[in-house]
């Protein structure tokens, strides 16, 4: 076996990936990979240099041309819009690697689109970094995508919900999104990056959330007054409500 089939197979192994689905993220065969593993056969220099950026080392190290796996600069992979069906991680949804944060542990970044997260401290055109996961817990920021379905990931709060999870976003005037068999978490987030700082237009976009929120409350508090219930009342039906969809 040569250093390069030897060493190939090491890394994948160490990722966790059957050569089915490491030959996925590059739009290869199992068979492709076997052949590589084996030895039968070598990659192409544009394929072989797609490995080493996965896995962080150099070409000179697959190759077997160093003794060493010292890592380089680590970067990930900054996501685009998602293709149906294809891996997460697959070279056909992103162009372009990106430097995480100092002390930020990722596998991938997106970009953020919208203001569904804006309470969250999470701005449009901010980048989000993400470790893979397909199982979060409830509380979590995720990245979730609609299976079969050309879209970029949605950032949103995982949330269990009378014992239904659902996506949450951080600004009520989105509502909770089902989660069903169709969608698919496909990471956790663990930094964030923003070019520059935050700017007037972003505070003042918080504030006028506030403001709708405060209104729908000073609403909720008229109607019950002129439906002739007290503050006693109200506070005991909050409880009540709470403890209902907790569960209690």
Request: a negative charge; hydrophobic letters at 40%; aromatic letters at 10%.
């Amino acid at each position: 076996m040569s250093d390069f089939a030897h060493r190939l197979k090491e890394l994948r192994a160490d990722k966790n990936l059957t050569q089915l689905e490491f030959g996925a993220l590059f739009n290869l065969s199992k068979q492709t990979i076997s052949g590589y593993e084996k030895g039968d056969a070598s990659p192409p220099l544009e394929t072989l240099q797609k490995f080493a950026d996965y896995f962080n080392v150099t070409t000179d190290y697959l190759l077997g041309r160093e003794s060493n796996a010292a890592p380089l600069l680590h970067r990930v992979p900054l996501l685009g819009p998602i293709k149906a069906g294809v891996p997460i991680l697959s070279t056909d949804n992103y162009t372009e690697t990106i430097e995480p944060p100092a002390g930020v542990i990722a596998d991938f970044a997106a970009p953020v689109e919208g203001d569904s997260m804006i309470f969250a401290g999470i701005h449009p055109s901010d980048l989000a970094f993400f470790r893979e996961c397909n199982e979060p817990k409830p509380g979590y920021i995720v990245a979730a995508r609609v299976l079969d379905y050309d879209a970029a990931v949605n950032l949103k709060f995982f949330v269990q919900k009378n014992g239904q999870a659902v996506l949450r976003s951080a600004n009520p005037d989105y509502e909770d999104i089902p989660f069903t068999k169709k969608h698919a978490v496909v990471g956790i987030m663990t930094g964030l990056i923003r070019d520059g700082s935050p700017i007037l237009r972003d505070y003042e976009t918080i504030i006028y959330s506030k403001e709708r929120l405060d209104e729908r409350w000073n609403q909720a508090v008229l109607q019950a007054v002129a439906d002739g219930i007290n503050p006693e009342q109200f506070t005991a039906m909050v409880s009540m409500m709470k403890k209902f969809l907790k569960g209690e």
